[in-house]
C-alpha cells in the first residue's frame, strides 16, 4: 500500500550528480566517508520527512508518494523537479572592492555571500569578479539511492523526531513527559545559545501540533545548574570510580570451590 500524504516516514538515501557521479548529500556515514562529504561533527541517520509536504525535492517527493516501508529505490530527478534550470540572468559581473577586506583571499570556487544571496565565484579579473546565483546543482539530473525504513506511528516516536529534525541532538539528551493534552520538553543545555532558538521552538511545537493532534499546549524547559553543583557531581563521580573498580577486580577473581 502507498504511503499516504502527511506520512511520517524514515529514509536512508545517498545523492549523486548523474553526470560525474559526485555524491552531494547522504545519510550513511560509510558512504559519506568513501567521498568529500563525511562531517564527523554529524550524526548520520535516516532522515525524517513528510510524504508530500515539500520537505524534500519535488522529484524525491513524488517517487515517495507511490513508494511503500522497505522499498528500495533509485530515483531520477530532471532539474525541473530538482534544483531548477540555470539562469544566466543569476550570473553577475560585480566589483572586487564591493566584497571588502575579502576580496584578496577569494579563490574561484568559493561560496560567498552578498546581498542576503549565496553564490560560487566563477571568475576574477580585471578588478572584478563574476558571482553565480544559480543553485550549485541547477540544470543538473540527480540520482537518489532511497531505502524507506520506517513509518512513524507511535507519538513518542513522532515527538522525538520532529525535535531532533529541528535541533540535530542525541536522542538520550532529549527529555519529554506527557501530561494530559500537554507535552514539556526538556532541553539540553548546549542548545541554549543556538541561534534563533525561540523561532525553532515555536517551529517544533507547530509540529507537534499537527502531526500529534492530541496535544495542545507545548512548554519547553531550561535548566542551568551552578558550577558548584557540577563540581560536587564530578567528585562524586571520582569517588565513586574506585569503588566500582574495586568491586569488578573481586567479582574477576577465580573462586575457589
Known sequence: MALEKGSLI????????????LTFETTREDEAKK???YDPTRRYEPRLISVGEGWILKGLDEALANANIGDKLSIQISPDKGFGERDLSKIRMIPLRKLGDKADELKV???IELDERVGIVRFIGSGRVQVDFNHRFAGRTLVYDVEVTRK???DNDKVLSLIKRRLPIDDQKIGFAVEDSSIKIDLPEE??????LQIIKRAIANDIFRFVPRFEAALFVETYVSQSAVSRKTEELKQEQPKTLEKNAEAAQPHST
Open 109 to 111: 570556487g568559493d561560496t
Open 35 to 37: 567521498s568529500d562529504t
Open 10 to 21: 524514515l529514509i536512508d538515501y545517498t545523492a549523486k550528480v548523474k553526470d560525474n557521479d
Open 191 to 196: 542548545t541554549f545559545l543556538v541561534d534563533g
Open 152 to 154: 512513524l506511528e507511535d
